[in-house]
């Protein structure tokens, strides 16, 4: 008898390994959602019980943080669960959070290390949903090889 008809086989379900990129990739995209959201919540209720200047301006901008933070929750969840169409939503949150990051960097303070997590946030992000690696765990087509004449 050979080894190899004693060998289990594979079940279906094990399929290709997550390579770690995804799982850190999710958590950046989660991070940044949780970061909006969070932003959100404060500006609504500070819209609502604060005193600001324009209660219905800070409560709108409240809604479009909470909707804009849900976009890259949903991409990571995408991300976990290898979709392929979470890597757009996800590249785009890390490209948007690059002139928030540079706003940060040139103010004065505080800000300035909250600058700099968010582009190092934003940065490898992107160099993760970048990865050739990634695009192929998550089954996004790459180039097309030119047709020999």
Avoid: C
Wanted: a positive charge.
């Amino acid at each position: 008898m050979s080894t190899e008809a004693n060998a289990p086989s594979p079940s279906p379900s094990a399929g290709e390994e997550k390579p770690g990129r995804i799982p850190l990739a999710a958590a950046l995209s989660a991070l940044e959602g949780a970061a909006l959201v969070v932003g959100g919540i404060y500006m609504l209720v500070m819209g609502l019980l604060g005193r600001p200047d324009s209660p219905q301006q800070a409560e709108m901008g409240g809604v479009t943080l909470l909707a804009l933070g849900a976009i890259p929750l949903f991409a990571a969840r995408g991300l976990l669960l290898r979709r392929g169409w979470s890597r757009g939503p996800a590249l785009i949150t890390h490209l948007m959070a690059l002139p928030v990051a540079w706003t940060l960097l040139r103010s004065h303070g505080a800000l300035i290390p909250t600058g700099i997590v968010v582009a190092v946030v934003a940065v490898t992000g992107l160099v993760l949903l970048f990865s050739p690696q990634t695009a192929r765990a998550l089954g996004v087509r790459g180039t097309r090889p030119t047709p020999e004449v």
